[in-house]
């Protein structure tokens, strides 16, 4: 199962073999095992630039999820590669600053949003009571999957 990890923000360290092993978790739970998926580990500047030409939002943000079995309209075909799910862009300040907040170190805060971003590329939202129910309890499932050694 192809993950790849690049780290442009080298002032947080971050263990990437971690990732790694969360992710291919994440994508066996979820009987995904082949998938693919991109994590860009960067800085507030480059989250914020992307997420101001891609959400219209001209702030950073703790991770963008770019998925590519979205469609953008009902009509449109799904890409041509199921098994490619898309890039997470994560912004380490903004992942330190929140471990800081809840009181856990920059790994942990990185695996449970991680795993937000995952679902997203699923096509999970939590834009309703609902839907953000829903992606709970399976955010909770991960990452009691994903904890177990």
């Given at each position: 199962?192809?993950?790849?990890?690049?780290?442009?923000?080298?002032a947080i360290r971050v263990n990437q073999?971690?990732?790694?092993?969360?992710?291919?978790?994440?994508?066996?739970?979820?009987?995904?095992?082949?998938?693919?998926?991109?994590?860009?580990?960067?800085?507030?500047?480059?989250?914020?630039?992307?997420?101001?030409a891609h959400r219209g939002k001209n702030?950073?943000?703790?991770?963008?999820?770019?998925?590519?079995?979205?469609?953008?309209?009902?009509?449109?075909?799904?890409?041509?590669?199921?098994?490619?799910?898309?890039?997470?862009?994560?912004?380490?300040?903004?992942?330190?600053?929140?471990?800081?907040?809840?009181?856990?170190?920059?790994?942990?805060?990185?695996?449970?949003?991680?795993?937000?971003?995952?679902?997203?590329?699923?096509?999970?939202?939590?834009?309703t009571q609902t839907q953000q129910l829903?992606?709970?309890?399976?955010?909770?499932?991960?990452?009691?999957?994903?904890?177990?050694?």
């Open positions: 199962m192809p993950i790849q990890i690049r780290n442009e923000y080298k073999k971690a990732v790694m092993v969360l992710l291919e978790k994440c994508l066996r739970k979820m009987k995904m095992a082949k998938a693919e998926i991109s994590v860009l580990l960067t800085s507030d500047k480059t989250v914020q630039s992307l997420n101001r702030q950073s943000t703790d991770i963008l999820s770019f998925g590519m079995r979205e469609q953008k309209k009902t009509n449109e075909p799904l890409p041509p590669h199921p098994e490619v799910l898309g890039d997470l862009v994560v912004s380490l300040p903004t992942i330190k600053k929140q471990a800081g907040t809840r009181g856990v170190s920059v790994q942990t805060e990185l695996q449970f949003i991680l795993i937000h971003g995952f679902l997203h590329l699923l096509g999970y939202d939590h834009a829903r992606m709970e309890a399976l955010h909770s499932s991960l990452l009691a999957t994903c904890q177990k050694k």
